[in-house]
């Protein structure tokens, strides 16, 4: 009933740039928290930023003052800056949500499908 599309990723070198893009699309009633997690080959996800409704922000350590991240509420959007980019920087970046879905009383947690993100040398 809600689709999380991230779009973005892909090969840029150290000490550039990227932005990613989370849409979520369907039987949306409102959007709680949104966040980006990422997955490196061999490691556990782990948690990059997420932002409430309001506005509010949460980033890892080791992506403050490097990553941002925002929303846009009335597109249902969110988005996540990534400056001076790292090697290590290198995983399958995922979005995730909590969605009241309408017609529901709970949020659920609705995730993407992941875009990559290569940081070359």
């Known amino acids: 009933q809600v689709q999380l599309v991230e779009s973005g990723g892909g090969l840029v070198q150290a000490g550039g740039s990227l932005r990613l893009s989370c849409a979520a699309s369907g039987s949306i009633f409102s959007i709680n928290v949104m966040a980006w997690y990422r997955q490196a080959p061999g490691k556990q996800r782990e948690l990059v930023a997420s932002?409430?409704?309001?506005?509010?922000?949460n980033y890892a350590d080791s992506m403050k003052g490097r990553f941002t991240i925002s929303r846009d509420n009335a597109k249902n959007t969110a988005y996540l800056q990534m400056n001076n980019l790292k090697l290590e920087d290198t995983a399958v970046y995922y979005c995730n949500a909590d969605v009241l879905i309408r017609g529901k009383i709970e949020f659920a947690v609705a995730w993407g499908q992941g875009t990559q993100v290569t940081v070359s040398s």
């Open positions: 932002i409430t409704r309001g506005g509010t922000t």
